[in-house]
C-alpha cells in the first residue's frame, strides 16, 4: 500500500495483540479474534484506503487503535458484549480523523459511514448497522449517550488511552500538530488555545464518563498520573523547585 501500512503489517499487529490477551482473557472471546483476525486486518486495510489515510495525525495515530483495541478486548472479557462488534468497531472508530483534520466532517461520523462501505458485502456485514453506531457513540466531543454495552465499552477504552502517561504524550503531541503553545500564547495569535487548556476541558473529566468497573478502577489510576503531572508542571513553568532550592539554602 501506498500509504505504508499493509495487512500483513495490520495482521501482525493484531496476533500480537491477540497473544498478550491470552493472559488476561479466555475462551470464546479470544478464539473468536483468531479465528477472523485476517478479515478484521483485510476491514482495516480497506477501511484505511478508503479514507485515504495518507498520514498520521499525532496523537491519533494507528497505535492509538491498537491500545483501544486491546483495552476494548480486555474489558468485554469481564463485562461482556459481542467481541466482533467491539474489535471492528475499535479497529475503524478513528480512520475517519484525516478526513476531519482536512475540513471534513466529525471523524467519529465519517468513520461510521467508512464502516458501514467497507463491512458491506463481508462476512461482516449484518454487524455494519451496530458497528456504526458503536462507532458513532465514541467521541467525548460529541457527547452522544451509549445505546449499548459495546457502545459503553468502546466509549471507556478510547478514554482510557486519553489518559495516564500516554495521555499525556497525546494531547503535547497532538497540540504541537494544530501549533497550540503549551501555556497561555503571549504573543497575539488567531487561536488563544492551548495544550494544558485540553486537561481541564476534557481530560480531567474523563473518569467521571467512565460506564464500566474495570474501566472505572484504570481510569482513577490514571487520572492521578495525569494530576501529578500538571502539578509538577506548574511548580516548574512557575519556577516553585528554585524557589525552595534557594529558601533552604541547600548549596549545589
Known amino acids: 500500500m501506498s500509504n505504508g501500512i499493509s495487512k500483513d503489517k495490520i495482521l501482525e499487529?493484531?496476533?500480537?495483540?491477540?497473544?498478550?490477551?491470552?493472559?488476561?482473557?479466555?475462551?470464546?472471546?479470544?478464539?473468536?479474534?483468531?479465528?477472523?483476525k485476517?478479515?478484521?486486518?483485510?476491514?482495516?486495510?480497506?477501511?484505511?484506503?478508503?479514507?485515504?489515510?495518507?498520514?498520521?495525525?499525532?496523537?491519533?495515530?494507528?497505535a492509538h487503535t491498537f491500545r483501544v483495541l486491546k483495552l476494548s478486548i480486555a474489558i468485554a472479557c469481564y463485562e461482556g458484549g459481542?467481541?466482533?462488534?467491539?474489535?471492528?468497531?475499535?479497529?475503524?472508530?478513528?480512520?475517519?480523523?484525516?478526513?476531519?483534520?482536512?475540513?471534513?466532517?466529525?471523524?467519529?461520523?465519517?468513520?461510521?459511514?467508512?464502516?458501514?462501505?467497507?463491512?458491506?458485502?463481508?462476512?461482516?456485514?449484518?454487524?455494519?448497522?451496530?458497528?456504526?453506531q458503536i462507532i458513532r457513540e465514541h467521541s467525548f466531543s460529541l457527547n452522544k449517550s451509549s445505546s449499548s454495552l459495546e457502545s459503553r465499552i468502546l466509549q471507556d477504552a478510547d478514554r482510557l488511552d486519553a489518559l495516564g502517561a500516554i495521555g499525556i504524550?497525546?494531547?503535547?503531541?497532538?497540540?504541537?500538530?494544530?501549533g497550540r503553545c503549551i501555556s497561555e500564547p503571549l504573543i497575539a495569535v488567531e487561536s488563544k488555545k492551548c495544550s494544558i487548556d485540553h486537561f481541564y476541558e476534557k481530560i480531567l473529566k474523563l473518569p467521571f464518563l467512565i460506564n464500566t468497573?474495570?474501566?472505572?478502577?484504570?481510569?482513577?489510576?490514571?487520572?492521578?498520573?495525569?494530576?501529578?503531572?500538571?502539578?509538577?508542571?506548574?511548580?516548574?513553568?512557575?519556577?516553585?523547585?528554585?524557589e525552595k532550592i534557594l529558601s533552604s539554602r541547600i548549596e549545589p
Open 169 to 178: 504524550a497525546r494531547v503535547f503531541a497532538y497540540g504541537g500538530f494544530k
Open 82 to 132: 459481542d467481541v466482533l462488534k467491539i474489535a471492528i468497531a475499535a479497529l475503524l472508530h478513528d480512520v475517519g480523523r484525516v478526513i476531519e483534520e482536512k475540513g471534513g466532517d466529525h471523524h467519529a461520523l465519517v468513520s461510521a459511514n467508512i464502516a458501514k462501505k467497507v463491512l458491506s458485502g463481508t462476512i461482516f456485514s449484518k454487524l455494519a448497522n451496530d458497528v456504526a
Open 213 to 242: 468497573t474495570i474501566a472505572r478502577k484504570l481510569a482513577a489510576s490514571r487520572c492521578d498520573k495525569v494530576k501529578k503531572f500538571l502539578d509538577m508542571l506548574k511548580e516548574e513553568m512557575e519556577l516553585k523547585d528554585l
Open 38 to 62: 485476517a478479515q478484521l486486518a483485510e476491514i482495516l486495510e480497506k477501511a484505511i484506503l478508503l479514507a485515504n489515510f495518507d498520514r498520521e495525525i499525532p496523537g491519533h495515530e494507528l
Open 13 to 36: 499487529k493484531m496476533e500480537n495483540i491477540i497473544k498478550s490477551l491470552h493472559n488476561i482473557c479466555e475462551g470464546e472471546k479470544i478464539t473468536v479474534l483468531e479465528k477472523y
